[in-house]
């Protein structure tokens, strides 16, 4: 079956499409990428869906016009990758504008912005949508999901293998050896913390607007780390925590950045500088923060012999340096390797979950997520008048 994925991440700079074709078996497919493109969000649709992400009033009618909004490029996108229509099936992740993790005296909650009978009738193709709900619903965190999909595409290793996703949240897969005693372990995944939700949002502040990313860290690179401040951050509650866990900008966005850059404006203070932090310092630090959570979080598991990174991050070359440098005895390398580009990995995932989804095959790991089982992921929209058929294996 030929199935177009389309995925935003939290960066909330644009949509990743691909076009893929799955085989048999369903657990272990078969796979051709066929096709990829990737449509960024007009500025003002970015600035705003981030603005409502961190909590600017938004009246219910500028709500409306945003998932419209969102919807339409999710279009594009899709018409973009595949122009002929090849696809059967659409599996589209949305916008996520914000994450609720469950807690002790409260369920979990995601909201992925997205008019999914719309995108459905603009495509004239079903959509697969609303992937998080479920597991959330079963106790779990509702992320991260494509865990599964990682295992499942780029198989297992004679020792532990790592997938590392480096889009606005940084975020782990563990797939155990495919050999050995340790063949029978399960999954394992998590929210690692922020990759570039601070240090975007960093650049956007300190260029007055003009940049929205540091390209291959070359601004990073001009600055110094401070590794004082990055342990002491270490020690805070969320990377002290143990998974399953997840988390996105409702944590790590613009008022975590404040507090940050204010830890960094103390230290100079205290070094008897004069109190302003150097903008290519706080984004050298910053980054290198992002390395050094992964590192930390790599510590306390099994040790992979490789890891390999995809997302927006892989094309910086300043964070995939302090990876190799606070990764030591592992293989960094580019998830591009194994065939699959920086930008496809997300959008691949839901491409295999939304196939999964139509063979009715169990897309959520409750070791990863700790819901309370494994369940079918997605709720299904329908081009109007174009009834749902039977799910079957393909």
Known sequence: ?????????????????????????????????????????????????????????????????????????????????????????????????????????????????????????LLGRPVVHDFRAADLVLGGQGAPLVCPADEALVGRIAGWRAVLNLGGIANLTLIPPGCGPERHQLLQGWDCGPANTLVDLAVERFSGGELTYDADGAWARQGQVNDAAIQGWLQEPYFQQVPPKSTGRELFGRADLDRRLQDL??????????????????????????????????QRCPRPVELLVAGGGARNRFLLDQLRHRCRGMVVRPLADLGIADSDREALGFALLAWWHHCGQPGNAASVTGARAATVLGMRADPPGRAEPRARRT
Do not use: K, N
């Open 1 to 121: 079956m030929r199935v177009l994925g389309l995925m935003s991440g939290t960066s909330a700079d644009g949509v990743d499409a691909v076009l893929v074709d799955f085989r048999a078996p369903v657990h272990r497919p078969r796979w051709r990428l066929l096709s990829r493109a990737t449509l960024a969000y007009p500025p003002e649709l970015r600035h705003s869906l981030i603005a409502f992400g961190q909590g600017a009033t938004c009246c219910a009618a500028d709500i409306l016009e945003l998932a419209e909004a969102v919807t339409e490029v999710q279009a594009a996108a899709a018409r973009a990758c595949d122009p002929g229509g090849q696809a059967e099936l659409v599996g589209c992740h949305g916008q996520t504008v914000w994450h609720r993790p469950p807690g002790p005296e409260r369920r979990g909650s995601s909201w992925q912005l997205l008019q999914a009978p719309l995108l459905a009738g």
């Open 265 to 298: 404006a103390a230290a100079e203070v205290a070094a008897g500088r004069a109190g302003e932090v150097a903008p290519a310092t706080a984004l050298a630090t910053l980054t290198a923060f992002t390395a050094a959570v992964v590192a930390h979080d790599l």
